[in-house]
């Protein structure tokens, strides 16, 4: 479509298709077009129609590629007619093409580029690669392949349904599991205020995932932009995401309600946030609290994060968990160079963090090289590439020791990741 097209052969199409009548026209229309040729009925009945009105000359002229002035014209007398069914959905995707020489020719076309498609679906498969290696301890290895599929449809103007849909294949074993729905919720966008309902992603903003990247099922209501505040109320499943601190025997649904407060000024990014979880799961977590006492967490969290250019980025953030005695806070650091973006081929960046991770405090950080090992203190480095565009590969070293026993402990994390 971004190309002039033939206009006796557009013509011809959108009579097959449907978009005009398919009755014979009895009198010959234009003079270039003779009565045995093969598409004299078709431009006829578009003539008859008012689709196409040739040139003053009496001239069709079906030889000549139009332009996409032209083919507006069409698409928009096309649109007069009002088709049905499929029909429909062939003319909303050439008004979509052709929107802004629609929007020149006064025709409304804002909804529907939106409407011609009310599902769409994006994608990403990722291969991981993981070994995690501790003293006194045998290696942990994870070979695995990722296809995760993030169907998202239209409701109306303020509505969408979002939903991730996730299945794994462990490449060691040759085993693939189950397609799983990881979330499915409704968002309500306006003016000054989101709201989201269902089970969604539950990201930690404002201290960059230190305490949570994961999901939980309830509500979320978002104010602002450059000053945000946000709420969050619901049920979060310890064992279902991608945490692995909290180690829970009974109640594995936890009372959750949190509170960010964030700014984002350009360069520099500052958040405040406050957690609370309910469960009598966590009296089961190792080392949590004296004599299994607690059954709560609450967790008030930090973070900020500064730009000094276009290629130096320095971020920090810090937690504690009042109801914690063991291990009560969490801290991470990172300074990052530059920064790999997956549109952008042969971009690149590389980071080096200190982190200070207790399972009592972060119950599911978004560190790769955590997410399954978070209980121990050292320095990761890491690297990110993009070869070719949508493709993004990565690679994290992890090493230090366990905050409980003092061994020693290392994770070498790679990734790679296919979007569509």
């Known amino acids: 479509m971004k190309k002039a097209v033939v206009s006796l052969s557009v013509s011809v199409a959108a009579l097959t298709c449907g978009i005009v009548g398919t009755a014979n026209a009895a009198t010959n229309p234009f003079s270039d077009v003779s009565a045995d040729h093969w598409a004299y009925d078709a431009v006829a009945q578009l003539k008859a129609d008012g689709v196409i009105e040739g040139y003053g000359d009496d001239?069709?002229?079906?030889?000549?590629?139009?332009?996409?002035?032209?083919?507006a014209q069409m698409v928009a007398k096309a649109m007069s007619r009002h088709p049905q069914g499929t029909d429909k959905a062939l003319v909303d995707r050439l008004a979509a093409e052709f929107s802004d020489e629609l929007n020149s020719l006064g025709v409304r076309v804002a909804n529907?580029?939106?409407?011609?498609?009310m599902v769409k679906w994006t994608?990403?498969?990722?291969?991981?690669?993981k070994s995690d290696r501790h003293e006194n301890r045998r290696k942990n290895d994870l070979n695995r392949a990722e296809l995760r599929l993030f169907p998202?449809?239209?409701?109306?103007?303020?509505?969408?349904?979002k939903t991730?849909?996730?299945?794994r294949v462990n490449l060691r074993d040759d085993t693939a599991g189950n397609v799983q729905v990881t979330y499915a919720y409704a968002e309500g966008?306006?003016?000054?205020?989101?709201?989201?309902?269902?089970?969604?992603?539950?990201?930690?903003?404002?201290?960059?995932?230190?305490?949570?990247?994961?999901?939980?099922?309830?509500?979320?209501?978002?104010?602002?932009?450059?000053?945000?505040a946000v709420l969050e109320a619901g049920r979060w499943n310890m064992t279902t995401g991608n945490g692995a601190g909290a180690e829970f025997t009974r109640d594995n649904a936890a009372n959750y309600q949190g509170l960010q407060l964030n700014y984002n000024g350009g360069k520099f990014f500052g958040g405040l946030g406050y957690r609370h979880f309910g469960s009598e799961g966590f009296r089961d977590v190792i080392n949590y609290s004296k004599n299994n006492s607690e059954d709560a967490a609450s967790v008030v969290s930090v973070g900020a994060n500064y730009r000094f250019d276009k290629n130096w980025n320095l971020s920090g953030a810090f937690a504690k968990n009042s109801k914690a005695d063991f291990a009560p806070s969490s801290h991470s650091i990172k300074l990052a160079y530059k920064g790999a973006k997956r549109s952008a081929p042969n971009t690149w960046g590389i980071h080096a963090a200190y982190r200070y991770i207790s399972k009592n405090v972060t119950f599911a950080p978004t560190y790769e090289t955590m997410f399954t090992e978070n209980h121990r203190k050292g320095w990761e480095l890491g690297v990110q590439y993009v070869p070719v565009k949508n493709i993004l590969a990565d690679a994290f070293y992890f090493q230090g020791k366990t905050l409980d026993t003092n061994l020693d402990t290392k994770t070498l994390y790679g990734r790679v990741r296919w979007y569509f």
Request: proline share 0%; net charge positive; glycine share 8%.
């Open 112 to 117: 529907l580029e939106r409407n011609a498609d």
């Open 189 to 228: 966008k306006y003016k000054n205020f989101t709201v989201e309902v269902g089970k969604m992603s539950n990201y930690s903003t404002n201290d960059d995932g230190l305490v949570l990247d994961d999901f939980f099922s309830g509500a979320r209501l978002t104010f602002g932009s450059k000053l945000q």
């Open 123 to 129: 994608g990403e498969l990722r291969y991981i690669y």
């Open 59 to 71: 001239t069709y002229r079906g030889g000549r590629s139009i332009t996409r002035y032209e083919m």
């Open 152 to 161: 998202t449809a239209e409701v109306n103007d303020h509505w969408k349904i």
């Open 164 to 167: 991730r849909l996730t299945t």
